[in-house]
């Protein structure tokens, strides 16, 4: 969520200001700040959506962008679609959030312009172009840089401009960079191989565009090459932009294009620190579920067990019925549990903590009948203990051996697995208290 007291966000709204980009186009709500004091060093740098590995845009603040909301909804965009960048200019940018989707060559804009192929461009590569590397998206071939002072400060900044998007996983061509990286056997990002680093579709709606991320980087005042002057619609005085490309492929990836960027766009919304929260739970979260599941197995074992001997205990005719209520408390109470965690896990994303919250719930009201059945079981199972004996013929202390041998073991293993986890819980107990 927006940390607003990072300064890169009054810097970048400065910026956004000094634009004129429509507040209608903002969601500040979904903002973050990826910045170095920011995105704690501890968190991944690179997460994996849908089998695609994208790299997270360290260094890099997201100003949030509107989205369908319905529509992704729909789609499943949010836990379903690959994360990827645009590297663009601020107008570029701006076009593709209006007309809510990346344009492709040939498209007519809303106000009736044709685009085409930049010129220094491949020509003939109909397509929008993507990438899960911010490094490849910011690369000077595609993302605009420009020069911005501060009025707050009147320092001189660098600004960089890149459209962060949700892409439906199978509307992508993967293919090589083609900046001529591999040309001179240059690695372009530390995560993802040149080989992987760009994605081409044809597809309009597969992307949706949730965020406009700016590199904002303190600039030295004599230092403005690579720079040039960006379209003075606004307060031109304060920025200066570097020709960039945009959605196409540059012809000779070193020469520096002037012009426009091919409008392209889409638009959308969304939080980031969603998508990786949920990346980075997804695993732990799947080990729940599969642990749960694991689990389920005793109490059907017990279920099953006490049905098929429920009268073949007369010594004690509660030993079956026990076997019976514990296994089909513990199904009900694991079968919930699964289903709760499973749903708050799909669907409900960041407020994954509700499914923890209802758990709690659960684990409070099965444990209390858990040690109250427990003893109970205890009474029976040992009480009979000394009598029991597993011949039919006899039937005054006779109870089936399997029955009661399953049910003996089952009450060892629950006192074995109550010892461990107190075994456990006062050892984190001493540690932390050692180590405060
Ligand atoms: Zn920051």
């Not at 309009?204 to 406009?212: A, K, P, Q, W």
Request: net charge neutral.
């Amino acid at each position: 969520m927006a940390t607003s007291e990072c300064e890169k966000f009054r810097i970048g709204r400065e910026f956004l200001e000094s634009v004129a980009w429509p507040s209608q186009l903002r969601k500040p709500a979904h903002d973050r700040c990826y910045c170095y004091q920011c995105y704690p060093s501890s968190h991944p740098d690179a997460l994996t959506v849908a089998g695609y590995k994208y790299v997270i845009p360290h260094g890099w603040t997201r100003f949030a962008v509107s989205v369908d909301s319905d529509i992704c909804e729909l789609h499943n965009v949010w836990s379903t679609w690959l994360i990827c960048y645009h590297g663009t200019s601020i107008e570029s940018a701006r076009s593709c959030v209006e007309h809510r989707q990346l344009l492709l060559p040939n498209d007519i804009t809303m106000y009736g312009k044709k685009l085409e192929i930049p010129k220094g461009h491949i020509p003939k590569e109909n397509y929008i172009f993507t990438t899960p590397s911010i490094t490849y998206a910011a690369h000077q071939a595609y993302a605009r840089a420009y020069h911005f002072r501060s009025p707050h400060d009147s320092r001189l900044y660098t600004i960089k401009v890149v459209l962060q998007c949700r892409q439906k996983p199978d509307s992508i061509i993967v293919q090589p960079e083609t900046v001529g990286a591999q040309v001179r056997m240059q690695r372009i990002c530390t995560h993802i191989p040149n080989e992987e680093l760009e994605w081409k579709t044809q597809h309009r709606s597969s992307v949706v565009i949730y965020g406009l991320l700016l590199q904002i980087k303190k600039c030295d005042e004599n230092d403005t090459s690579n720079l040039t002057s960006l379209p003075s619609s606004s307060s031109a005085t304060h920025y200066n932009s570097i020709p960039t490309i945009s959605n196409t492929i540059p012809r000779d990836p070193l020469k520096k294009l002037s012009g426009t960027v091919s409008p392209i766009s889409m638009s959308i919304d969304s939080t980031d620190e969603y998508s990786i929260e949920r990346d980075a739970m997804s695993t732990k979260q799947v080990s729940v579920l599969v642990m749960i599941l694991v689990a389920t197995l005793l109490p059907i074992a017990a279920l099953v067990v006490g049905q098929i001997y429920k009268s073949d205990c007369p010594i004690q005719s509660w030993i079956p019925q026990w076997m019976t209520v514990f296994g089909a408390v513990g199904i009900g109470v694991f079968g919930t549990a699964f289903t709760i965690l499973l749903i708050s896990f799909k669907c409900c994303g960041e407020d994954s903590h509700i499914g923890g919250c209802i758990t709690n719930c659960f684990v409070c009201l099965l444990a209390f009948f858990y040690f109250s059945w427990l003893i109970a079981g205890s009474v029976w199972v040992f009480g009979v203990r000394p009598s029991v004996q597993y011949d039919k013929r006899i039937p005054e202390n006779y109870c089936q051996e399997n029955l009661y041998k399953f049910a003996f073991g089952l009450l060892i293993t629950q006192y074995s697995l109550i010892a461990i986890a107190l075994c456990i819980g006062t050892s984190a107990c001493l540690f932390i208290f050692c180590v405060d």
